[in-house]
């Protein structure tokens, strides 16, 4: 592999190759991250890079695109397929982007939007003040109530009935619970919003049933194709029939230019893996590795947010341990184990510091990992976390980690090189 890379460009190979040698040997617990199979590789790195494909399959403005038609037909009919919708759009280069469009079709600039509040598990594009979609659009939040620390859907239809705004977007990056899509479409019809669910994060469990659908309810629905769903790097948007029209020219011209077609086809294969039976028994798994990983880390005195997860992740406090969520991302990482630090709900502490960290199951459990390693990576944390600043732990712990990644092997062929 990389063969022709490695006399081209030695400093990128080499940088490729430990790339791929850190892949293989650390625990990924990074909720949004997955490893792609070698079917999604190969096609990302085809030759259908080189081709304009601007405009859609038939409505092309340039010649030549039969063979790319082909492909991007069969990207949407399987999207549309294994989700039931009546139209999709494959082209958005990222969820981001997905959700950029989305925004262009439905809103006006200055338009209010009601989003879950990044500190409570939303999204950067939901109306973050960072973001496109705090300076462009109007935005409110709704938060998870602090009880329970789940969202409080009388709470999200009281904020929605006073501020009447005009799309209320449902969907996260840091919460470890079910989504009540009909309760959200209830509240938007009653305050005359779109319901706009953006499901990146949970789009592999929702593609086998594992987490109901948000197709009957929302007006729009975006996702990536990187997180569960195990594609490529990229978004994608389902809608109904009505919207088809502007949501496609929202995607281009509106937002985009040129689509990526080699990232097209490649959803399309990830679109069709997501289809076979092991794709269920897959997603299965990485719900029962999560729940089995936060209870083997509750019961080593750690407190689960919410108390556990419906999903692949979950979010751990550390406010009453001696750490903060920045040095315990930098302690695990050094040890060979990928968590990021996150906001807690209610945090007092700022997000570049945070007081907890989040852990998701999707990577491990590519690799094939189950419950019997979940215990292990529990150890693994515990130990690195009772004693965050020891470079002796440290050492030991990437040994261990190792060793244990070895017992899951995903491109060892690559590595054997
Ligand atoms: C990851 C994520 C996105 C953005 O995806 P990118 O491909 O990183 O732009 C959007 N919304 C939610 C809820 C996400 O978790």
Do not use: W
Not at 246 to 255: E, K, L, N, S
């Amino acid at each position: 592999m990389m063969e022709s890379l490695k006399t081209t460009d030695s400093e990128v190979y080499d940088l490729i190759r430990k790339e791929l040698e850190r892949l293989e040997y650390s625990i990924i617990l990074i909720a949004s991250e997955n490893y792609v199979n070698g079917a999604i590789l190969e096609v990302q790195g085809s030759i259908l890079t080189n081709k304009y494909a601007e405009g859609y399959p038939d409505r092309r403005y340039y010649g030549g695109c039969q063979f790319l038609d082909g492909i991007e037909r069969l990207a949407i009919e399987r999207a549309c397929t294994l989700f039931g919708a009546e139209h999709a759009n494959v082209q958005s280069h990222s969820g981001s982007s997905a959700n950029m469009a989305v925004m262009y079709a439905l809103l006006n600039v200055g338009d209010k939007v009601l989003g879950m509040s990044l500190a409570h598990g939303g999204h950067l594009t939901h109306g973050a003040s960072a973001n496109y979609s705090g300076r462009f659009y109007k935005p409110v939040f709704y938060t998870v109530s602090k009880e329970s620390e789940r969202i409080d859907y009388d709470e999200v239809r009281e904020i929605a009935l006073k501020e009447r705004p005009r799309m209320i977007i449902a969907g996260a990056s840091a919460y470890s619970r079910i989504l009540d899509f009909e309760r959200f479409r209830t509240i938007a019809d009653e305050a005359g919003a779109y319901l706009f669910v953006d499901m990146a994060h949970i789009a592999g469990a929702v593609a086998t049933g594992l987490h109901p659908s948000p197709i009957p309810y929302a007006h729009i629905v975006s996702t990536t194709t990187h997180k569960t769903l195990r594609g490529p790097r990229g978004g994608l948007i389902l809608c109904k029939k009505e919207f088809a029209k502007a949501i496609d020219q929202a995607v281009f011209p509106g937002t985009q230019g040129g689509p990526l077609m080699h990232v097209v086809a490649a959803k399309a294969v990830a679109l069709k893996n997501a289809m076979a039976p092991e794709f269920r028994a897959y997603q299965e798994q990485i719900i029962k590795n999560a729940r089995h990983l936060a209870s083997c880390l509750a019961s080593k005195g750690y407190r689960i947010v919410s108390g556990g997860t419906d999903n692949h992740l979950f979010l751990v406090d550390l406010s009453d341990k001696r750490i903060t969520g920045m040095g315990a991302e930098r302690a695990l990482e050094l040890s060979g184990i990928m968590v990021n630090k996150n906001l807690i709900p209610f945090d007092t502490r700022g997000p570049n510091t945070a007081s907890g960290i989040r852990i998701g199951t999707p990577a491990i459990t590519t690799r094939g990992m189950k419950e019997e390693a979940m215990g292990t990576v529990a150890d693994m944390i515990d130990t690195v976390l009772k004693d965050p600043e020891n470079e002796g732990v440290h050492r030991t712990m990437l040994e261990r980690v190792k060793g244990l990644c070895k017992g899951f092997p995903f491109y060892p062929s690559v590595l054997s090189q």
